[in-house]
């Protein structure tokens, strides 16, 4: 049973860093896929934020200040964001699935128990 646990989230001001991190338990290193997802206040849906892959994925809402690695061996992913906006508040969930079918909340079936970021002015 694959099982995510995220950690670093917390509170920063507007303009500053942030660096998550998620690490997957049985998970056979480097299969399936895994990306971070963003629920904001109010919201219902999770939208992805980073996927990392052959082509990684990234919103055009954090391309460029948001960094995500992978690293198989450890089965552990990160999520680098800087130059956050009030708009990055909300909850990160690492997500993963055995199949690879795309990008969306749909296609991700295992989800770590969420960290709240917050981001203020």
């Known amino acids: 049973q694959v099982q995510l646990v995220e950690s670093g989230g917390g509170s920063v001001q507007v303009g500053g860093s942030m660096r998550l991190s998620c690490v997957a338990s049985g998970l056979q290193g480097g299969t399936g896929c895994m990306g971070w997802f963003r629920q904001a206040p109010g919201n219902e849906r999770r939208e992805a934020v980073a996927?990392?892959?052959?082509?990684?994925y990234y919103p055009d809402s954090v391309k460029g200040r948001f960094y995500v690695s992978r690293d198989n061996a450890k089965n552990t992913m990160s999520l680098e964001m800087n130059t956050l906006k009030p708009e990055d508040t909300g909850v990160y969930y690492c997500?993963?699935?055995?199949?690879?079918?795309?990008w969306g909340e749909g296609d991700f079936h295992i989800w770590g128990q969420g960290t709240q970021v917050t981001v203020s002015s």
């Open positions: 997500a993963a699935d055995l199949q690879c079918t795309g």
């Open positions: 996927i990392p892959g052959g082509y990684t």
